[in-house]
């Protein structure tokens, strides 16, 4: 059965991907009120992971199949992914930019090879490909699909997971975002298996919200007020604590505790409860919602167009200087809407066939 308010879940989400992912281009002043809302923003992937955990339970857990199910996985997302990064590292290579760049003509080795990246100084051309398919470092955003695909395979273990009684559920989902808050994010989306471990209790989290809809959402429903104060709390918190943005470390290094994964919980819980309270029907929202995978894969190149035409009109913002909301929001708009028409295209360019997901995921 569909879902509207999932949808518009999903719409949002996406929104809130690509935003993330724009301050540069005029939201970039360091004022209490500008962070406390960056933060908010930041760390939409979570979304996404939620999102996806709802829907594996309430549409494959029924009929499930292991084999089916993972090669639709990698049917509409495996394969676009190594289409695009062929094409994207092949231009890394010819260009010899990023990792294909002379240690010397670098212009921060230091930042490039930082603790956590798995990259290295001595590597090959080939193994320099290597990494790029293994980690989808080649362009913004696109870390999530090898994670993604990890993710989607450990797909049994999320049907036992299911299966169990609430009260092991809900501990296994207590301990695991324990230890996410202490391993955080990886340096960069370098490494899939550590995200694997940060986001998987965002992934079942989703799951018990399937499970345990009606109860769930009866309660936010009442309550999504309470998570919004505690989301903009816990956001205020971290830039008073001089934190603004995803935390990432190498995965054995402490390095405190990652309230944004915390924020994160929040501003679920508000999404879902307010969204289920207001179910509405917005069709641009909802063309963006069907269309997310493929604004996911297409807008990281989009952006890399922005960050060359920079180059030369020099737009774009260092953090800390006075914001341009105009700028920003006409950039957001911009992005989405052109990775939606390009994706519409694409199904156009092949007649409605899903064949077109093999390249954009849609």
């Known amino acids: 059965m569909f879902l509207k308010s999932i949808g518009n879940f999903r719409g949002i989400a996406i929104i809130a991907i690509v935003a993330g992912h724009v301050y540069s281009s005029g939201f970039t002043s360091n004022d209490l009120f500008s962070a406390t809302i960056r933060n908010l923003i930041t760390g939409g992937s979570s979304l996404f992971v939620f999102i996806s955990g709802f829907m594996f339970h309430h549409v494959f857990y029924k009929k499930f199949n292991y084999k089916k199910f993972v090669k639709n996985k990698f049917q509409n997302i495996g394969i676009p992914y190594l289409i695009l990064a062929t094409v994207a590292i092949a231009y890394l290579y010819a260009f010899k930019v990023e990792y294909f760049t002379p240690l010397e003509l670098m212009r921060d080795s230091a930042h490039m090879y930082r603790d956590g990246i798995p990259f290295s100084p001595s590597d090959s051309d080939w193994m320099t490909v290597f990494k790029y398919y293994l ?44 230890i996410a808050v202490i391993v955080q994010r990886p340096v960069a989306g370098t490494n899939a298996i550590h995200s694997l471990v940060y986001f998987t209790p965002v992934y079942l989290m989703g799951i018990l919200f399937s499970i345990h809809n009606r109860v769930i959402t009866e309660f936010l429903k009442k309550n999504f007020l309470m998570f919004l104060l505690l989301s903009v709390a816990m956001s205020f918190i971290q830039v008073y604590l001089g934190h603004v943005g995803n935390y990432g470390k190498p995965f054995f290094e402490y390095n405190g505790i990652d309230l944004q994964y915390i924020q994160m919980i929040f501003v679920i819980c508000f999404l879902y409860g307010i969204l289920e309270k207001y179910t509405f029907d917005i069709p641009l929202l909802t063309v963006i919602s069907e269309t997310s995978f493929a604004i996911y894969f297409i807008h990281p190149w989009l952006l890399m167009i922005l960050f060359k035409i920079d180059r030369r009109t020099h737009h774009l913002q260092d953090f800390g200087a006075e914001n341009n909301i105009f700028l920003y929001l006409f950039t957001l708009i911009v992005i989405v809407l052109a990775s939606v028409s390009l994706a519409l295209l694409t199904k156009r360019i092949f007649k409605g066939s899903k064949k077109s997901r093999y390249l954009v995921g849609y």
């Open 135 to 178: 980690t989808g470092r080649f362009l913004i955003a696109y870390w999530y699909i090898p994670f993604g695909l990890l993710l989607f395979a450990s797909a049994p273990l999320h049907m036992k997971f299911i299966k169990q009684n609430l009260k092991f559920q809900i501990g296994l989902v207590v301990i695991l975002s324990v």
